[in-house]
């Protein structure tokens, strides 16, 4: 059974950066493909980055290409994203969410396993 834990969401004002993290555990990482969702209030669940574990390829989000990064640690069975120059239109709970395929996607449909969520809140 795939875990996964985020962590690393808080407030923070425009223009910041912040990198959050998700815990990775369960399975045969080699197969998997991991992403960050968001969900900003009143507002449906929309794809952010996606990254194959088995060797780093990366999609995202038209809307955030530039200022948002997904990487992964093998190692540490994590997964990373970089938010930079952060608005308060970034504002939102942020998900990790896995799917049991090396092929990205950025339908949520499509992945099986969630994680809690984390608040990120940009705001002055």
């Known amino acids: 059974q795939v875990q996964l834990v985020e962590s690393g969401g808080e407030l923070v004002q425009p223009g910041d950066s912040l990198r959050l993290s998700c815990t990775v555990s369960g399975g045969t990482f080699n197969t998997y493909t991991l992403a960050w969702f968001r969900q900003a209030p009143g507002k449906e669940r929309e794809f952010a980055a996606s990254?194959?574990?088995?060797?780093?390829?990366?999609y995202y989000a038209d809307s955030l290409k530039g200022r948002f990064t997904i990487s992964r640690d093998n190692a540490k069975n994590m997964v990373y994203l970089q938010m930079n120059s952060l608005k308060p239109e970034d504002t939102a709970v942020y998900y990790c969410?896995?799917?049991?395929?090396?092929?990205?996607?950025?339908?949520?449909?499509?992945?099986?396993?969630w994680g809690q969520g984390t608040q990120v809140t940009v705001s002055s």
């Open positions: 990254i194959t574990w088995i060797n780093g390829d990366t």
């Open positions: 969410a896995c799917r049991r395929s090396s092929y990205l996607s950025a339908y949520r449909w499509q992945y099986a396993y």
